[in-house]
T-cell receptor, first 110, second 112 residues
Framework: GQQLNQSPQSMFIQEGEDVSMNCTSS?????WLWYKQDPGEGPVLLIA?????ELTSNGRLTAQFGTTRKDSFLNISASIPSDVGIYFC??????????FGTGTRLQVFP | IAGITQAPTSQILAAGRRMTLRCTQD?????MYWYRQDLGLGLRLIHY???????GKGEVPDGYSVSRANTDDFPLTLASAVPSQTSVYFC???????????FGPGTRLTVL
């Protein structure tokens, strides 16, 4: 099946640092979504992107829909301990099913 | 009930046994989904339903079946569990097919 390459696989950073992660696809998508999964819970939607080049923020989180429509980026500024978790990208073409990346595991040290 | 609920929270099951994982949503969403999450593999779609009365196969449907008798409920059945079905199972729903999905808290299943 189609794969989304998400990187990095894991990150270990110090509180206050900025974080960047990305997701790439071999196919064009019309929608990119970013989810966060806290330990022991289900994924929660953070940001949804619907247009190439779109840049959307949600608090300290900023995500961009790549201009090629084959990638997306998520940045977290001034990380805090509660940012710990797994971040998933997901892409979709039209009304096709969502395809999820394999996740970026973020660990924040005080 | 608020959002999506799943039951049980966790289960240990002997291989060969039949098991049904329950999922209920109260958002009147048309579409519902079942995923399994395994370490290093992200979320993989097992089955989905775009509307009550219809179901479809996802990426990894073998060994699983679903039904959608009404809008709110979407049970997932393992007819004869095998150890490779040990995983965390998430149910999700969206207002329409292809819409933003909201996830339940998950069911951790261990098949011995």
């Amino acid at each position: 099946g189609q794969q989304l390459n998400q990187s990095p696989q894991s990150m270990f950073i110090q509180e206050g640092e900025d974080v960047s992660m990305n997701c790439t696809s071999s196919s064009i998508f019309n929608t990119w979504l970013w989810y966060k999964q806290d330990p022991g819970e289900g994924p929660v939607l953070l940001i949804a992107l619907y247009k190439a080049g779109e840049l959307t923020s949600n608090g300290r989180l900023t995500a961009q829909f790549g201009t090629t429509r084959k990638d997306s980026f998520l940045n977290i500024s001034a990380s805090i301990p509660s940012d710990v978790g797994i971040y998933f990208c997901a892409g979709r073409r039209n009304t096709d099913k969502l395809i999820f990346g394999t996740g970026t595991r973020l660990q924040v040290f005080p | 009930i608020a959002g999506i609920t799943q039951a049980p929270t966790s289960q240990i099951l002997a291989a060969g046994r039949r098991m049904t994982l329950r999922c209920t949503q109260d958002m009147r969403h048309n579409a519902m989904y079942w995923y399994r999450q395994d370490l290093g593999l992200g979320l993989r779609l097992i089955h989905y339903s775009n509307t009550a009365g219809t179901t479809g196969k996802g990426e990894v449907p073998d060994g699983y079946s679903v039904s959608r008798a009404n809008t709110d409920d979407f049970p997932l059945t393992l007819a004869s569990a095998v150890p490779s079905q040990t995983s965390v199972y998430f149910c999700a729903s969206s207002d329409s097919a292809g819409g933003e999905q909201f996830f339940g808290p998950g069911t951790r299943l261990t098949v011995l």
